[in-house]
Antibody
Framework: EVQLLESGGGLEQPGGSLRLSCAASGLIFSSYAMSWVRQAPGKGLEWVSGISGDGDNTYYADSVKGRFSISRDNFRNTVYLQMNRLTAEDSAVYYC??????????WGQGTPVSVSS | IQMTQSPSSLSASVGDRVTITCRASQSINNYLNWYQQKPGRAPKLLISGASSLQTGVPSRFSGSGSGTDFTLTISSLQPEDFATYYCQQSFTTLMYTFGQGTRLEI
């Protein structure tokens, strides 16, 4: 059974940094691209960033480009999201998702991020 | 690619037939997915490739369309179907943007 478990969320001040992790199990991790999707309180889903299975290709939404960085460790079966220069607009639940066949077929339970002074 | 869903919210009753529309700002062929999300839960994939029902999803759900215009239809609403539904384009490599969501209420 595929399981994705996010961690690393919490309360951070504006301008600060956080690193989210998503630990995967039950899959051949390096075979799958992974993405981060966020959802601000009471709002819809926003795709944030994606990374290819080998880690060579990364993609970002305009709203986070230059501030966020996605990476992965295929030995640890983990994908990361480094978030810098955080603003209140980055407050959201952050989900990691597995991409398979042009769709996100497995999701984690999410980790909440709150940016406030 | 911008994805626009309509309506943003919808009130319906058990047994009703409901249709949600999703429009892409450019042609995405059939690279269109639908997700269901209930409060406090992660999204669940319902339909991929515009019309392929995922394993375990009830057959009352169906999807259609290609190019820029797509629909999600629920043929006979059940109590557990009241949720928020999102379309998602997967035409642009790993930059899979979502529609703004349609909240389906009793």
């Amino acid at each position: 059974e595929v399981q994705l478990l996010e961690s690393g969320g919490g309360l951070e001040q504006p301008g600060g940094s956080l690193r989210l992790s998503c630990a995967a199990s039950g899959l051949i991790f390096s075979s799958y691209a992974m993405s981060w999707v966020r959802q601000a309180p009471g709002k819809g889903l926003e795709w944030v960033s994606g990374i290819s299975g080998d880690g060579d290709n990364t993609y970002y939404a305009d709203s986070v480009k230059g501030r966020f960085s996605i990476s992965r460790d295929n030995f640890r079966n983990t994908v990361y999201l480094q978030m810098n220069r955080l603003t209140a607009e980055d407050s959201a639940v952050y989900y990691c998702a597995r991409e398979s066949g042009y769709r996100f077929d497995h999701w984690g339970q999410g980790t909440p991020v709150s940016v406030s002074s | 690619i911008q994805m626009t869903q309509s309506p943003s919210s919808l009130s319906a009753s058990v047994g009703d037939r409901v249709t949600i529309t999703c429009r892409a700002s450019q042609s995405i062929n059939n690279y269109l997915n639908w997700y269901q999300q209930k409060p406090g839960r992660a999204p669940k994939l319902l339909i991929s490739g515009a019309s392929s029902l995922q394993t375990g999803v009830p057959s009352r759900f169906s999807g259609s369309g290609s190019g820029t215009d797509f629909t999600l239809t629920i043929s006979s609403l059940q109590p557990e179907d009241f949720a928020t539904y999102y379309c998602q384009q997967s035409f642009t490599t790993l930059m899979y943007t979502f529609g703004q969501g349609t909240r389906l209420e009793i």
